[in-house]
Nanobody, 125 residues
């Protein structure tokens, strides 16, 4: 089993920045390098939306956040980060961390076996 714990959400003004963290752990978990890790978000009344993913060899970002958000990881800490800059009110959502064992970093939420509880990000105008 894999547990994912997000942190770093909060309330920020438009144009501001936040850094989300996702710490991975578990009885059978060894290293995040064995997983594709991703961030998704879900706003009220909307479907869950892909934000960014990082696999062993590459990263991928949704067009809506490209040049503003950056996904990265610290393998020694088994932690994935999402640096969010130039935040906009439309970025307001619950942000979820997800893990896909040996995955390619797909933008489809159906590919991910493990999910965190989410962290709220609210951007005021």
């Amino acid at each position: 089993q894999v547990q994912l714990a997000e942190s770093g959400g909060g309330l920020v003004q438009a144009g501001g920045s936040l850094r989300l963290s996702c710490a991975a752990s578990g009885r059978t978990f060894s290293t995040i390098n064995s997983y594709a890790m991703a961030w998704f978000r879900q706003a009220p009344g909307k479907e869950r939306e892909f934000v960014a993913a990082i696999s062993w060899s590459s990263t991928r970002h949704a067009d809506s956040v490209k040049d503003r958000f950056t996904i990265s990881k610290d393998s020694a800490k088994n932690t994935v980060y999402l640096q969010m800059n130039s935040l906009k009110p439309e970025d307001t959502a619950v942000y979820y961390c997800a893990a896909d064992y040996d995955g390619p970093g797909s933008p489809s939420p159906d590919m991910y076996e493990y999910w965190g509880q989410g962290t709220q990000v609210t951007v005021s105008s």
